[in-house]
């Protein structure tokens, strides 16, 4: 699998089956910069992979991941709250390895009282649009819907295999969509974002297969590899005022995702073979929640 790359509006996970990774880097650090200190850095990000998943009589490997990040920063001249999540697949052996979306959202209020929301959306590393969702020297309040979905065809294609007596011929055509909505407040004395994520993607396949039994016997195959399913996940990010100087930074996180790989795909033969079960892999689910609560000096 390639590596994650941090995406858009939010996510979380932690494994209820299958494997997980995840890497954390959760910091406050004061005065990091004689300049223009920072008060506060705070990020952390969760990445979960099924690693590779094979059954059946033609092992083809199959692999899905998700990413997660979330921060909060402030320094003299800026304070800024942010969100990136990030999907990679992996099918038929890397016959498809891609990262067919990536996406972030991030709020910031400035010392000259400017506020804005940016967007930035990926497909295959690609950079599809960055834009300026709201900005102004005027407080923003309000919601932005998100909705995306693979273009047809784009992860579609025909590969061969061959398992000792067993071969195929595969065509598959892959579908991803991801949904959300950020909510968010952006001001001086205020920096607040919220944020929903759902996603769904598979893959239909279709087989045309041969088995050498001294005569060639042939029978044709289709299924379904659910990809990923990721349910509600939500995600919040604020920084806002404790007492005097004293500011204070929250983040949480949470999410659920099932259908991660899973697929059973079966073939009737004549005699003397008869049913085969070509490939048979049983799904992961995922699960994970998080906070963060940290008190900060705000310097302007």
Known sequence: MKTLVPLATVIAFSSVAGRSHA????????GASAACPKTLDAKKTLEYDTGRKSGGRLPLGFEAGVGLGVGVAADCKKLEAYGSAALSIGLFDDAI???????????????????????????????????????????????????????????????????????AKLTY??????????????????????SLLVGHADSAIKAKLTYDWGIHLTANASGKLDVFNVQPASLVATLAPKSGS????KASASVSADDLIGLDV????????????????????????????HDFAKSF
Not at 279 to 290: K, L, Q, V
Request: net charge negative; aromatic share 10%; charged share 25%.
């Open 23 to 30: 890497a954390v880097d959760l910091t406050a650090e004061l």
């Open 97 to 167: 390895a891609a990262k067919p979306l990536e996406v972030k959202v991030a709020a910031s209020t400035d010392i000259d009282h400017k506020n804005s929301l940016d967007l930035s959306v990926y497909a295959f590393d690609f950079e599809l649009k960055k834009v300026k969702l709201a900005g102004s020297d005027q407080p923003i309040v309000g919601g932005q819907n998100f909705d995306y979905a693979l273009p047809a065809g784009d992860l579609s294609g025909q590969l061969d295999k061959t398992a000792g007596r067993l071969s």
């Open 173 to 194: 055509d892959t579908v991803a969509t991801v949904s959300g909505y950020v909510l968010y407040k952006v001001r001086p004395d205020l920096v607040d974002v919220r």
């Open 246 to 249: 004293t500011w204070r930074a």
């Open 266 to 293: 079966k073939a009737e033969f004549a005699w003397p073979i008869g049913r085969l079960t070509i490939f048979e892999i049983e799904p992961s689910r995922y699960h994970d929640s998080w906070s963060y609560d």
